[in-house]
């Protein structure tokens, strides 16, 4: 049966750095709120650099890494909440600057899971036989979505990109299993509307594009409730135990979250490694730029088991248990 592991990673970040005390000029916050509720300290804020430059960044980065060139991929799936443009999708515009002809490419928007999503789907396409080398990219430009004058949530939020190579594994390393689920009820707990209608057929709405809207706290008891839930889920199907996992991923949202969830896990806070503090909260982006720096300065052994995890707008939900 084929199965599918990551050979090459990759990430971008945004020339610009925001910290906190900046932030506290724009807004009424400052740098010991944000610090003692978040973790955050500084986050990278686009100011030339788009979805689609950052995203083709992380991806070239990733391609050097697997040493394959951009015409041996034959998927590309790009995971954003924040594209571009509506059309054409984000994948096909990273398709176009990396010259990876003879792939086909889409997006999945499923906010801060998408880039589990998007793994889930690359691993899926990788076992069925009907793609060899796949594409995964998380890119994310959320400081055009965020409202700068909403405190509770522009301090939270950053931009860049991360992505990984998958290709059909040889060895015993790889994806050994996904977990994934959505609950729509409970999507206006995070949320980001759009165009207004107008046709012919409806009264013209009021044209104005809306901002991130955030229940913060609701957001905060879902991802405390859920990351063990998946994690217990996970290990419990495949004969492990939480303290069997070497490295956990998770989405960098909150280190209050991280620090819950290695509590009701009963492991060590060294087992989740965090890059929240200088990158803020960059949704599909998060868990890939991590693994990228994990996986540069040498953090990850061949062999250990990593669980990577996220949660988000949906509301959305999904882990990969993976051996690397
Ligand atoms: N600076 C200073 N004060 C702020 C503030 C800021 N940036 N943002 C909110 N406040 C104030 C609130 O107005 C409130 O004031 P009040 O008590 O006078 O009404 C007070 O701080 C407490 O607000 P609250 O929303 O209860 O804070 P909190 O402890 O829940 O922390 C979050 C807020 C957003 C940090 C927290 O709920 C959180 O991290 N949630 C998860 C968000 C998340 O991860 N989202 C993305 C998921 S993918």
């Known amino acids: 049966m084929l199965k599918s592991k990551i050979i090459g990673t990759g990430s971008f ?21 944000i610090t003692e509720r978040t973790g955050i300290r500084s986050r990278h804020i686009a100011a030339e650099e788009t979805t689609v430059s950052m995203g083709t960044a992380a991806a070239r980065n990733a391609l050097e890494m697997a040493a394959l060139s951009p015409d041996k991929i034959d998927f590309i799936l790009a995971a954003t909440f ?41 691993d899926a396409y990788i076992h069925s036989g009907m793609c060899k080398n796949v594409l995964v990219i998380g890119t994310e430009a959320i400081s055009r979505a965020v409202d700068w004058t909403d405190r509770s949530t522009c301090i939270l939020f950053g931009d860049g990109a991360g992505a990984a190579v998958l290709s059909a ?74 303290k069997d996992i070497n490295h956990y991923l998770l989405h960098q949202a909150n280190v209050r979250i991280i620090q819950a969830a290695a509590k009701r896990l009963e492991l060590p806070e060294a087992r989740f490694p965090m890059n929240l503090s200088s990158c803020g909260n960059t949704s599909a982006a998060s868990i890939p730029i991590l693994l990228d720096e994990c ?26 248990l993976l051996r690397w």
């Open 13 to 33: 970040l945004p020339v610009h750095s925001m910290d906190n005390t900046f932030l506290s000029t724009i807004v009424e916050t400052s740098d010991e709120w």
């Open 82 to 122: 924040t594209p571009d443009y509506i059309m054409p999708n984000t994948a096909c515009l990273i398709q176009a600057e990396l010259g990876a002809s003879n792939a086909f490419c889409f997006d999945i928007n499923a906010a801060c899971s998408g880039f589990l999503y998007a793994l889930q789907t690359a």
């Open 169 to 242: 594994s040889a060895d015993d390393s790889g994806f050994i299993d996904f977990l994934s689920g959505s609950d729509g009820s409970r999507g206006s707990v995070l949320e980001l509307k759009n165009r207004a209608i107008a046709n012919p057929y409806h009264p013209a709405e009021a044209d104005t594009l809306s901002y991130l809207k955030m229940n913060g706290q609701e957001v905060f008891k879902f991802a405390v409730r859920k990351i063990p839930e998946m994690v217990l889920t996970l290990t419990g199907r495949n004969g492990l135990t939480p």
């Open 295 to 320: 996986n540069r300065n040498g953090c990850l052994h061949r062999g250990d088991r990593l669980i990577l995890s996220g949660f988000g707008g949906g509301l959305t939900w999904g882990s990969a």
